[in-house]
C-alpha cells in the first residue's frame, strides 16, 4: 500500500499547481530575455543620452549585476535611495521518514509503537520582500509570507488521510550594516544582519477536526525572534560569491506554551558571471535547529502516535547543495529586473524522529529596484 496511490487527485492538482508556477516564471523570463536582446543593439547610450565606451558599459553592468542568492536572507545590500521590491516562491517535496540519517520503513515505525506516520509532505511559500537603502553602508528589509502545507497520512491500520494548513506566516524586519568595503566597489564587503521575526504567523492551526495540528504545520513561532548575521560578499568583473551565518533565537515562550528550538544557519556560495546579465550559482546551506521548549498541551496526548506530537523529537540539520540560475535585465523595457531560479537537494539530512526526510526544494525569485545613484557616478568621477 504506497503513498503515491493514495488521493491521486490531490497529487496531481499540487503538482498541476507547481508546474503552472514554474511555467509562468519561465514564460517571464523569455520574455524578458527576449526584450532584453531587441534593446541591445539601440540602447548603447547612457541615460544622460551621453556615448559611452562599450567596455566601460559592461562594466558598470557586471558590477551592477550583483549577484544575490536568491534564498539566502539579507544577503545583499542596496545602494542610496535605491528601493527593491521582490516575490519569491519556494516549494519543497518531503517523502519518507528518517530517524537521526537513517532512512525508516512505516513498518518499522509501527512496530515501535507509533500509530500514524507522515508518508509525504510539501511546502510553498510565497514571500513578499521590500528593500530600501537611506544610505550606501545602510539596507533595511521587510519580508512577509504566506505558506501552503500539505500532508498525507498512514494509519497503522491501513487507512490514509490528508491534512493541510495555510495562511500567513512571520514577519521579518530585518537592518543590513556595511562594516567593512566599500558597498560601490568591493571587492571584499562584510555586513552585519540586524533582523526581528513578528509573530504573525498562526500557531493554532487545525484542519477539518477541531484537533490542532502538529508543530510543523504550524505557521509561525508565536514569538518575537531576533536574526543575528553576519554576511561576507566577495565581488571581482567575473565571479561573486560569498557567506553568511545567521541565527533564529526565540526570546520568550508562546502563548499556547512552548517556545521554538533556536536555528543556526551557515551559506556559502559562488556565482559565476557568463554574460553581463547572465549567471549561473552553486550554493552550500547548512541548517540545525534545536527540540522545542514546553510543549503545546493540545498535542501532547498524541505524542505516542506520532513523533511530529513530541516536542522532544522536533531537532534536525541539514546541508542542501543547490544550483541556480540568475538573470539580471541590464537595459531596455524591464531594465533592473531580476530573475532567479534555484533547486536543489540535501546531501545530508539527520533528524530526531521519525519525521519527514526532505527530498528536494525549488526557488523561483523576481525582483526590480528603482532609484539609486548610478554605480559610477561616486567611485570613477
Ligand atoms: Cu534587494
Redesign the pocket.
Known sequence: MSHHDSLPLQRLSSCLRSSLAVALFLGLWIGSVASGAKDQTSAQDSPAGRPRDLTELSLEALLQFEI?PINVLGS???LEREL?V?YRYMYMDQRGNLDGSRKITNAEAFQRGYTVMHTSMTMEMHMV?V?YAPRDNV?V?AMAEYRVISMHHLRSNGTTFPSESRGFGDTTVMALYNIFGNPREGPHRILLNAGLSLPTGSIQKRFNSPDRLEYMMQLGSGTYDLLPGITYLGQSTTWAWGGQLIGTVRLDENDVGYRLGNRYRLSAWANYKLTESLGPSVRLDWQQWDNIHGSDPQLDAKRETNPAFNPNKQNGRRLDALVGLNYYVPRGRLKKHRFGLEGGIPVYESLAGPNPKTEWLLTLSW?V?FGGTPALSKAHK
Open positions: 544575490t545583499h545590500t542596496h527593491m521582490g520582500e528593500m539596507t528589509m525582483s529596484s
